[in-house]
């Protein structure tokens, strides 16, 4: 089945798939997130490919649900589900990193053929390409604090290339309780991945 869990804010919905990190989505109510998250689907299923993995995902199946807060309205999946808390198996973990690096591939390749002025939102709001770049690539160093990864700002893309490896190497291990950093790593592989792969899609939609 596709697990799928709900973090309910306020005023909005996250629908987020357990299984295949980064595929979550937001909406003004539960049955509009699930809908919208199956709408993403064939967007996904192009970072799975780049990952060398079938996307074929079955209808969602909500198996859990969390209280969200003003974060969740704001835009960011915040809450940590019990469910992160299990053991991850190996393999499991070298699938999730899988997932992250072809995000982060796609990211790079879509942001290097984008141009730097993007369309605007209908009230002339949004950033442009370099200052989504930089967000995506500094936040990742305050992500990776929370699995005890921690480099200093970049100077160069290699600095930047070196802390992914790092990052990757950390989650790629199989991880068991009792939580000893700030992020379990399932829900860390989850985050930084959504966080890649919806500026990725950001991009797409403003070129």
């Known amino acids: 089945m596709t697990r799928v869990y709900l973090e309910t804010g306020p005023k909005k919905v996250f629908a987020c798939s357990l299984d295949w990190p980064g595929w979550c ?3 003004k109510s539960e049955e509009a ?10 967007r996904y299923r192009v970072v799975a490919a780049r990952a ?5 995902p079955d209808d969602p199946v909500v198996v859990a649900r969390v209280p969200g807060s003003h974060t969740t309205d704001f835009g960011v999946p915040y809450a ?10 190996g393999p499991e973990a070298e699938r ?10 796609l990211f790079g390749e879509t ?4 141009p730097e002025d ?3 939102g209908p009230r002339g709001g949004g950033r442009d390409l370099s200052r989504i770049v930089d967000h995506v690539e500094n936040a990742e160093r305050a992500f990776a604090r929370k699995v005890g990864v921690r480099h200093r700002p970049y100077r160069s893309d290699g600095d930047r290339d070196a802390m992914r490896d790092e990052l990757a190497q950390v989650l790629s291990r199989p991880w068991e309780p009792p939580l000893t950093t700030g992020w379990p790593p399932r829900y860390a592989l989850r985050r930084i ?9 950001e991009i797409e939609d403003r070129r």
Request: glycine share 6%; aromatic share 10%.
């Open 111 to 114: 942001a290097a053929a984008s």
């Open 80 to 89: 940590v589900p019990d469910l992160d808390l299990e053991p991850l198996p």
């Open 25 to 27: 989505r937001i909406a």
């Open 33 to 42: 997130a699930l809908d919208r998250l199956a709408g993403y689907a064939p």
């Open 52 to 56: 060398g993995l079938e996307f074929a």
């Open 193 to 201: 991945a959504w966080h890649v792969i919806d500026h990725l899609w």
């Open 118 to 120: 993007l369309r605007k």
């Open 96 to 105: 999730g990193v899988a997932l992250l690096r072809a995000a982060w591939d």
